[in-house]
């Protein structure tokens, strides 16, 4: 029952509960309606919890009560025991607050390899096969093979003996031998630079269809050059132009092209490449500005197809001084520097070339030439792994795959399968005229050039005999060293 007390004007006693005889002074205008439970002033209600004269008021459940939606609380809160947390959480000291707690151990405290941590985060990746259960199962692809890696991190096996080369089809054979001769008509390749975007002058139109083009929002009339998005961010690590340049300049990259029947006619012709080193240092032929003699790596040739050129074009043509080769059936083997001294080797598939012919003979250029093809993402994941460990990289080849994974967005299909599967990829070549001094020495042959010498490069063949030192710092004309 609401019970009132009136102030008016006069303040009369009796209806306060005061003596009926108490004269009483005027007060202000202002009326007040108290009730029991709660105060209203004006238009405003507050509840009020009726004190209980000499009860303590206990602070700890409002302490100890959890946010809305909030993690719920936990630990000592101002000598407060709120409690413990829940399984699967535990009590962060700074906060009092439970948290997730993550698992990537076993009941027997065996650390998990990979998979959910039970909060959102991950235990681990695997590096090779799938996780199942927190451990990594890989199983070893080597059927059909005798060497090579088997998918796992390891390999099927290593060639020794006569048969010491493992070829691309994963197998074992005995090395190629030399050829009985190489053509007259050399070129080697001393300007190699990526092409940037899809571009007339920097990419080729590789699936030979006009009405696609890569990368996307960076590319024009059909021509296809995707790989390059990812090159412009490789860029942000190493320089990938000043490498390549880099590399050409101290002779690490020596590709060499022949020309087997070569004419102007339009007529058809080949061209051979191949991986070459110099026969002489830098400072008694430069090979970027003079024509200098190469020796071929054995590497350029495919022991498993009777020991054909790995690089080859039987379709060239010259056309009023423009060279084209190349299509849906050819490949081309380019090594791609991602850093100082780690290089990628990578097969293009779908491989073209192009360039402007000027001169003839030891005069012949080739200028505002363009490699083009496409470049299996399974291939360049596969490539990466076999990156050493020791290598130095300055992030996880993980990392590197990773990357990989979410910035090679394939633009071409290579199998017909209607699945795009590769990236497309342009470069930019140069060449001068070269020669062909065959495959380099043995060390036997070297041995038998160097005896009896203890400096020079034991004749023609381009062996190392050794150099000079204090006190004897000069070699002499007849391989000694001398004062």
């Given at each position: 029952m609401r019970v009132a007390c009136l102030v008016l004007v006069v303040f009369a006693a009796a209806a306060c509960g005061g003596d009926k005889d108490e004269v009483t002074k005027d007060t202000t205008d202002t009326a007040v309606e108290e009730t029991a439970g709660d105060d209203t002033v004006g238009d405003i209600t507050v509840d009020v919890e009726p004190e209980v004269p000499g009860e303590v008021v206990d602070p700890c459940p409002a302490l100890c009560a959890a946010a809305k939606d909030g993690p719920?609380?936990?630990?000592?809160?101002?000598?407060?025991?709120?409690?413990?947390?829940?399984?699967?959480?535990?009590?962060?000291?700074?906060?009092?607050?439970?948290?997730?707690?993550?698992?990537?151990?076993?009941?027997?405290?065996?650390?998990?390899?990979?998979?959910?941590?039970?909060?959102?985060?991950?235990?681990?990746?695997?590096?090779?096969?799938?996780?199942?259960?927190?451990?990594?199962?890989?199983?070893?692809?080597?059927?059909?093979?005798?060497?090579?890696?088997?998918?796992?991190?390891?390999?099927?096996?290593?060639?020794?003996?006569?048969?010491?080369?493992?070829?691309?089809?994963?197998?074992?054979?005995?090395?190629?031998?030399?050829?009985?001769?190489?053509?007259?008509?050399?070129?080697?390749?001393?300007?190699?630079?990526?092409?940037?975007?899809?571009?007339?002058?920097?990419?080729?139109?590789?699936?030979?269809?006009?009405?696609?083009?890569?990368?996307?929002?960076?590319?024009?009339?059909?021509?296809?050059?995707?790989?390059?998005?990812?090159?412009?961010?490789?860029?942000?690590?190493?320089?990938?132009?000043?490498?390549?340049?880099?590399?050409?300049?101290?002779?690490?990259?020596?590709?060499?092209?022949?020309?087997?029947?070569?004419?102007?006619?339009?007529?058809?012709?080949?061209?051979?490449?191949?991986?070459?080193?110099?026969?002489?240092?830098?400072?008694v032929c430069d090979f970027q500005t003079e024509k200098c003699s190469y020796f071929v790596l054995a590497d350029s040739y495919d022991p498993s197809a009777d020991c054909v050129p790995l690089i080859s074009f039987d379709n060239v043509k010259v056309d009023d001084g423009i060279l084209t080769a190349g299509g849906p059936d050819y490949l081309f083997v380019i090594s791609l520097p991602i850093m100082d001294n780690i290089v990628l080797v990578l097969t293009v598939n779908m491989a073209q070339l192009y360039g402007e012919v000027s001169g003839e003979g030891d005069a012949m250029t080739i200028t505002k030439g363009i490699i083009g093809g496409a470049l299996r993402k399974d291939k360049l994941m596969e490539a990466v792994d076999l990156i050493p460990d020791d290598a130095g990289l300055p992030v996880s080849k993980d990392m590197i795959k990773n990357i990989l994974e979410m910035t090679v967005k394939p633009d071409l299909d290579t199998d017909g399968d209607d699945v795009l599967d590769a990236a497309s990829l342009a470069l930019k070549f140069g060449t001068i005229a070269g020669a062909i001094a065959g495959f380099p020495p043995t060390d036997k042959e070297c041995a038998t050039a160097c005896e009896g010498k203890e400096c020079g490069d034991g004749g023609e063949i381009g062996c190392d005999c050794g150099a000079c030192a204090d006190p004897k710092p000069t070699c002499n004309v007849d391989g000694l060293c001398e004062e």
């Open positions: 719920a609380k936990c630990g000592t809160i101002e000598s407060c025991d709120c409690g413990a947390c829940a399984e699967g959480f535990e009590c962060d000291d700074d906060t009092n607050e439970c948290e997730c707690a993550p698992k990537c151990v076993d009941d027997e405290g065996v650390k998990f390899q990979c998979g959910d941590d039970g909060c959102g985060k991950s235990c681990g990746k695997c590096k090779y096969g799938e996780c199942i259960d927190h451990v990594c199962v890989c199983e070893p692809s080597c059927e059909g093979k005798t060497c090579g890696p088997d998918g796992c991190g390891g390999n099927c096996g290593v060639c020794e003996g006569e048969t010491s080369v493992c070829a691309k089809d994963m197998n074992c054979y005995a090395p190629c031998g030399e050829p009985e001769s190489y053509g007259d008509l050399v070129q080697k390749i001393n300007f190699l630079a990526r092409g940037h975007g899809g571009h007339p002058g920097e990419a080729l139109d590789v699936d030979l269809d006009p009405e696609t083009c890569a990368p996307e929002g960076d590319c024009e009339a059909g021509l296809n050059n995707g790989f390059s998005k990812l090159l412009d961010q490789i860029g942000a690590m190493a320089d990938i132009d000043a490498e390549l340049a880099k590399m050409l300049d101290g002779g690490d990259i020596a590709l060499l092209a022949e020309n087997i029947g070569f004419n102007t006619d339009g007529d058809a012709f080949t061209i051979n490449m191949y991986i070459g080193e110099p026969v002489a240092d830098k400072e």
